[in-house]
């Protein structure tokens, strides 16, 4: 994270234990439609990790192609963050 605010943000959220203070946090930090936008990434990346194609997940999600390659990018990206979630919703 490239600013103190954005380290203090992740830090915060590292603090967070349970999914009710995850969802009261997101609630207050963003709006609805950050949320669902945040979702549909999230939705995007668990369709393409179990191989679905990107027209598929364009059209399964609303999301556009933009956000369909942009997520692709990440998942398959050096930080691991989409990866380390996915597995751990997985149970792995």
Same mark, same amino acid.
């Given at each position: 994270m490239d600013t103190e605010a954005a380290r203090t943000?992740?830090?915060? *959220?590292?603090?967070?234990?349970?999914?009710?203070?995850?969802e009261a946090f997101l609630t207050d930090?963003?709006?609805?439609r950050? *949320?669902? !936008?945040?979702s549909q990434?999230?939705?995007?990346?668990?369709?393409l990790d179990a191989g679905k194609p990107y027209l598929s /997940?364009?059209?399964?999600t609303g999301a556009s192609s933009t956000t369909v390659s942009r997520v692709s990018k990440c998942l398959n990206g050096a930080a691991?963050?989409?990866? /380390? /979630?996915? !597995?751990?919703?997985?149970?792995?």
């Open positions: 943000l992740v830090s915060a *959220i590292g603090q967070l234990s349970a999914p009710s203070e995850v930090l963003c709006t609805p950050e *949320i669902e !936008d945040l990434r999230l939705e995007v990346a668990q369709l /997940v364009q059209e399964q691991g963050g989409y990866r /380390v /979630v996915l !597995d751990r919703l997985a149970g792995k």
